[in-house]
């Protein structure tokens, strides 16, 4: 059974900082790339952050870019995403995800983790 279990999520202060894990099993990671998508209340599902098949990183260029940090742990089949300065608008369900496309985008997703809520308020 395919499972991507995500964690880490809560509740934090602008500014603040959370590391997400996402934990998989039940598949040959070798055969997908992984990532992150989030998704705010009224809105689409939105890429965050992933790896490419050349093992490079990519970012959302609009709000990730600096503030967030893909990485991963092969050993332990363990993607995270460390979020520093935190803001308001970066309050969402966060998603890990395997892919096996070339590039990043929610429809071609094909395993998705349960979610892990991030809510940054004062």
């Known amino acids: 059974e395919v499972q991507l279990q995500a964690s880490g999520g809560g509740l934090v202060q602008p500014g603040g900082s959370l590391r997400l894990s996402c934990v998989a099993s039940?598949?040959?990671?070798?055969?997908?790339?992984m990532g992150w998508f989030r998704q705010a209340p009224g809105t689409e599902r939105e890429f965050v952050a992933g790896f490419t098949w050349s093992g490079s990183m990519l970012y959302s260029k609009d709000y990730a870019l600096g503030r967030f940090t893909i990485s991963r742990d092969n050993a332990k089949n363990t993607l995270y995403l460390q979020m520093n300065d935190l803001k308001p608008d970066d309050t969402a369900v966060y998603y890990c995800a395997v892919t096996t496309s070339s590039t990043w985008y929610a429809n071609g997703v094909n395993y998705w983790g349960q979610g892990t809520l991030v809510t940054v308020s004062s």
């Open positions: 039940g598949f040959t990671l070798r055969n997908y790339v």
